[in-house]
């Protein structure tokens, strides 16, 4: 099937089922197509002004679907399934946004007839610059290959193993966190040595943004590229060297891990 001209349904108009509903949108795909849920369906007028289907009724909203992605909090998860398990049909792809929620979870709550996947996403799905992990084990290849198509529109996409899915959360979703919280402690430097933070903001945002394109285009490891803007007795391994006696690196991996063990505690 063209992706163009797949029935997708949103269960969740939240921050981030609005996100991938306005990054099918940006790739092309007919808003006649989408159809969102949510209880309160007047936070969605803006996508509705733009012609996608916004319904309460989570049940209508999956019936005609090919594929129905689910985007509500893991602790709705089965709430949401028992729900919409009478109004689903063979073959329906069912993808879950959900943290911690897996295949095997899904699958006692949803009808045998459907097939479950996991897929994660970040934020950047609004803007097509999504980096989505996706755990499909109970697709054929022409399914998987349906899949990664369809959220491409989104992004860059990845096949995984489903046990490595919380290492996906963390690396892929919490880390756009992580990198923008490095954004904005740049910014607040650069307001120290004289910048307006208007200013400041734009430099450091493209300066990020060009420091991933280096890593991105080169495939160089990054410390390749560090290597090239450093030099002896200069300015910047001088504040690299500070940067890290004060637990620069090992605090991103801390950080990294102790997200990593929440996921893990909370099964």
Do not use: W
């Not at 490891?221 to 637990?247: A, F, Q, Y």
């Amino acid at each position: 099937m063209e992706i163009k001209k797949l029935n997708i349904a949103i269960v969740g108009g939240g921050n981030l089922g609005r996100s991938v509903a306005d990054g099918f949108l940006k790739s092309g795909i007919p808003a006649s197509q989408l159809t969102v849920s949510r209880r309160r369906v007047e936070l969605l007028d803006d996508l509705s002004a733009k012609g996608v289907t916004i319904v309460k009724d989570n049940k209508h909203a999956v019936s005609k679907a090919d594929i129905v992605i689910v985007a509500v909090k893991p602790y709705q998860a089965v709430e949401i399934f028992t729900e919409i398990k009478s109004s689903l049909k063979e073959g329906q792809l069912v993808a879950s946004l959900m943290t911690g929620i897996s295949v095997a979870q899904m699958s006692e709550h949803l009808p045998s007839f459907v097939i479950p996947l996991r897929v994660m996403p970040n934020t950047a799905v609004a803007l097509q610059e999504s980096m989505t992990l996706i755990a499909a084990p109970a697709c054929t290849p022409a399914q998987i290959d349906l899949v990664t198509e369809l959220f491409e529109c989104l992004g860059e996409v990845i096949l995984i193993n489903e046990d490595l899915m919380a290492s996906a959360t963390v690396l892929g979703a919490c880390n756009i966190a992580f990198a923008l919280r490095f954004i904005r402690a740049a910014i607040q430097g650069g307001v120290e040595i004289g910048f307006t933070p208007e200013i400041a903001q734009k430099i450091v945002a493209q300066t990020v943004k060009g420091a991933a394109e280096l890593v991105i285009q080169t495939g160089n490891h990054p410390e390749e590229e560090i290597d090239k803007v450093t030099t002896p007795k200069g300015i910047t391994i001088s504040g690299l060297n500070e940067m890290e006696h004060r637990g620069f690196s090992a605090s991103i991996i801390k950080g990294i891990l102790t997200s990593y063990n929440k996921i893990n505690s909370s099964k």
